[in-house]
């Protein structure tokens, strides 16, 4: 909607009636991802999800920071999430985000789920949920990365780990992996990765001529199993 | 059979193309393992990978992505009296399982692709005599490490090693397998156990049928002949350098570690991650030094999963590359160590007694 650069050096403050079903793992999601557009931050009020994050993880705030009753914005925009298809980004710029269903001929090589944008548990769920008692597609690999150690072991004690590999994919340490094309799962010439990862400009995971589609890991667990971009509600 | 990796099946593929063949003599019997470098860790590996996978898909032969190559054919398809010739110093594991499986070149890999056959000079052999008991904290592992001690890293030079005695009945298939596996380091052809009531129960639980067994005839002449009598061995470490540096570990104390690395074709198996869990359980990897435990098989990933193994790691504070294949122990990975290292359980440079 607002492109590359439609963001640069701004704050974006993500705000309204919806903000409060969003976990804070979908916050940090968005929050994340927002740098693709060239914002400074992307923030979230505190509210009472960010309260009860806070009281499990035994810290306290410094402050909160609201906005203020005449607060001054330069762009507005909104969102309504009920209008949402799965989304997914095309190798290039801003103008190849289309929905799942439109991109579904590329046969995917790889896909990637993890990285700092969908590598917490509550993505790891979705993916579980997913591939639970299906295979992924013989010609694709799908590698699943952790975000941090925390979501490792819990997905290794709540039998997450068990569904991945029944299903054929490969769990990993956790780590940024494939995301930078520094190791596991660097692309070669000419394969197609649908990713969970931030980033698709060329190069990012290998080879040049890769491409690289991105989209949220339901949507990346779907096309898994069926080899090409897939619309994930046919399995949820 | 016949057997190629990431690292030697490449060039075995540019090789056969070289040669004109159009297909392989027999698509069922040849498997390609993507294992030394998984998933791929740079574009040049990726672009290996690719190749390999359209060489699978060309020729319908068999391709499995994540296991070592040794560990997935003992799981899956090694039966004894099968000849099994791999592209990769280290097949000469199978041999655990009464196997004839020795290591080749990747342009000899070519040719046996081509024509399933090979000319292969009859070795001789060695016997060793295994007798007694393990004291505690020794195992298999400490059992190879002391032989090449004794006889040298040439000592076994295409030589047919026979592990036989009283004690041989005690051994596990995983602790043959660590021997049989090993044995490569003293530059041995083939190394053998005979066929016993354990290697039947191994197959009876895998689903297949030997070939034949084979078994040392009254008068088998050996070259050479050795006893190890297991009840006075001490858990071996192999300094670096080369095996006139076996010491027993309590020699060696000083050294700070970098990191600790367990796992490989020779000690990743579930057998061997259970001592490790045993050990670790309860206790605190040392600051300043890292732990990492990368199985040798999907399979052993799994039951390490299952078993609650690969939770106790986690708490000790290793870190679980929870991917088989053996991107530490060959410097194939992406996080190669770049100070002094000691590895705990690979076959070459640094090794320790098991586990």
Not at chain 1, 55 to 63: D, I, L
Not at chain 2, 169 to 196: H, Q, T, W, Y
């Amino acid at each position: 909607m607002v492109g590359e650069d439609g963001g640069n050096y701004k704050s974006l403050e993500w705000k309204g009636p919806a903000v409060k079903s969003l976990s804070i793992s979908s916050r940090a999601c968005i929050s994340n991802n927002s740098m693709e557009c060239g914002c400074k931050l992307s923030i979230f009020e505190v509210d009472a999800a960010t309260q009860d994050y806070f009281k499990t993880a035994n810290r306290k705030s410094m402050f909160e920071v609201h906005a203020g009753p005449k607060a001054h914005y330069k762009e507005e925009y909104e969102i309504d999430l009920g209008s949402l298809e799965p989304q997914v980004w095309g190798p290039g710029n801003e103008s190849k985000v289309r929905t799942a269903s439109e991109f579904r001929d590329d046969h995917l090589d790889e896909v990637f789920i993890g990285s700092s944008t969908n590598g917490r548990f509550e993505d790891l769920q979705v993916v579980g949920k997913i591939l639970k008692g299906h295979k992924i597609k013989a010609g694709t690999r799908c590698i699943i990365t952790p975000a941090s150690k925390n979501v490792f072991e819990r997905a290794i004690q709540d039998g997450l780990v068990e569904t991945f590999l029944e299903s054929g994919a490969v769990f990993t340490n956790a780590t940024c992996g494939a995301c930078v094309g520094t190791h596991l799962g660097v692309l070669g010439e000419n394969e197609t990765c649908l990713s969970t990862s931030p980033r698709n400009y060329v190069g990012r995971m290998g080879a040049t001529t890769a491409k690289i589609y991105l989209s949220s890991p339901a949507t990346a667990a779907a096309s898994a199993l069926e080899g090409h971009i897939t619309d994930p509600r046919r399995y949820l | 059979m016949a057997m190629a990796q990431d690292s030697t099946g490449p060039l075995a593929i540019k090789v056969f193309r070289e040669m004109g063949v159009q297909k392989v003599w027999d698509p069922k019997r040849i498997h390609l393992v993507i294992d030394h470098s998984f998933p791929a860790p740079d574009e040049k590996v990726a672009n290996l990978h690719i190749l390999i996978r359209e060489f699978v898909k060309q020729q319908g032969v068999r391709l499995v992505e994540g296991s070592i190559s040794h560990q997935h054919l003992l799981e899956n398809h090694v039966v004894p009296g099968m000849v099994l010739f791999g592209a990769d110093s280290h097949t000469c594991q199978a041999g655990a399982i009464g196997a004839f499986a020795t290591g080749i070149g990747s342009s000899e890999m070519a040719a046996v692709w081509a024509s399933g056959k090979l000319w292969v000079r009859v070795p001789e052999s060695i016997k060793i005599n295994l007798t007694g008991q393990f004291k505690k904290g020794v195992y298999a592992r400490d059992v190879i490490t002391h032989f090449i001690g004794m006889v040298g890293e040439d000592g076994g030079n295409y030589k047919s090693l026979e592990w036989k005695g009283p004690a041989v009945k005690n051994l596990s298939i995983a602790s043959r397998a660590c021997i049989s596996n090993n044995s490569m380091e003293c530059g041995c052809k083939l190394s053998i156990f005979e066929v016993d009531p354990a290697t039947q129960d191994y197959f009876k639980t895998a689903n297949r049928k030997a070939m034949f067994e084979i078994h040392a005839g009254p008068k088998a002449h050996y070259k050479e002949e050795y006893e190890i009598d297991l009840g006075t061995l001490e858990p071996q470490v192999w300094g670096p350098g080369n095996e006139s540096k076996v010491r027993s570990a309590g020699e060696f104390g000083d050294d700070h570690l970098d990191e600790v690395f367990i796992g490989s074709s020779t000690n990743g198996r579930y057998e061997d991650l259970q001592v490790v869990g045993k050990i670790l359980k309860g206790h605190k990897i040392k600051a300043g030094t890292r732990c990492i435990i990368t199985p040798a098989s999907k399979n052993v990933f799994e039951r390490a999963i299952k078993d609650g193994l690969a939770e106790t790691f986690l708490e000790s504070g290793a870190v679980r590359w929870l991917l088989s294949g053996r991107a530490a122990s060959s410097g194939s990975g992406s996080q190669n160590p770049s100070r002094s290292t000691l590895q705990a359980s690979s076959r070459r440079a640094f090794t320790l007694g098991t586990s």
